[in-house]
T-cell receptor, first 113, second 115 residues
Framework: EAQVTQNPRYLITVTGKKLTVTCSQN?????MSWYRQDPGLGLRQIYY???????DKGDVPEGYKVSRKEKRNFPLILESPSPNQTSLYFC????????????FGPGTRLTVL | AQKVTQAQTEISVVEKEDVTLDCVYE???????LFWYKQPPSGELVFLIR??????QNEISGRYSWNFQKSTSSFNFTITASQVVDSAVYFC????????????FGTGTRLQVFP
């Protein structure tokens, strides 16, 4: 089944404790992206990747890192999480670019205490 | 600058009513794509439609229909004979061909359909 998976689905952590949210797709898509969803703000892009080893900042990249060492995986890294990073995070992928239909993972709800 | 506005924060209807969700966008690109996604209470994002800026024909899919009007920069979504299962947050989004790195989302409209 074609899908985007994220892990973990739920995470409660404390300020400053490094964490990684994994994202994997099995559709051989080139484009992958991370978004965060906050009440009243919709979804905002954090980082995106056009292909392996090609990543760039989105609208709200501060406090996040990403890597794209393999086509299928695009982990989101929070080196030192802070409470303002409490949010619902979505990973997405599409065949080539952001204008293609993006398929979203199930979301990761992160709480930083 | 690109922007998507969904002015309706929340809409409540009774089952079988028709409901229209508004979406107004801003872009300087002549070539762009518009999308609608549904987020049910379970939280996932479900793709509904993708429409390019050169195709202004209205689209119908079952009880769902979309009205794209370039003249008013709007891409409205109508649900006919709404059902309780239509209760969700609906997002409109924009992606520009010459800025192909992202979807610009509106803030969403929460639709509640009561039995």
């Amino acid at each position: 089944e074609a899908q985007v998976t994220q892990n973990p689905r739920y995470l409660i952590t404390v300020t400053g404790k490094k964490l990684t949210v994994t994202c994997s797709q099995n559709m051989n898509h080139e484009y992958m992206s991370w978004y965060r969803q906050d009440p009243g703000l919709g979804l905002r892009q954090i980082y995106y990747s056009m292909n392996v080893e090609v990543t760039d900042k989105g609208d709200v990249p501060e406090g996040y890192k990403v890597s794209r060492k393999e086509k299928r995986n695009f982990p989101l890294i929070l080196e030192s999480p802070s409470p303002n990073q409490t949010s619902l995070y979505f990973c997405a992928s599409s065949p080539k670019t952001g204008t293609d239909t993006q398929y979203f993972g199930p979301g990761t709800r992160l709480t930083v205490l | 600058a690109q922007k998507v506005t969904q002015a309706q924060t929340e809409i409540s209807v009774v089952e079988k009513e028709d409901v229209t969700l508004d979406c107004v966008y801003e872009t300087r690109d002549t070539t762009y794509y518009l999308f609608w996604y549904k987020q049910p209470p379970s939280g996932e994002l479900v793709f509904l439609i993708r429409r390019n800026s050169f195709d202004e024909q209205n689209e119908i899919s079952g009880r769902y229909s979309w009205n794209f009007q370039k003249s008013t920069s709007s891409f409205n979504f109508t649900i006919t004979a709404s059902q309780v299962v239509d209760s969700a947050v609906y997002f409109c989004a924009l992606s520009e061909v010459y800025n192909t790195d992202k979807l610009i989302f509106g803030t969403g409209t929460r639709l509640q359909v009561f039995p």
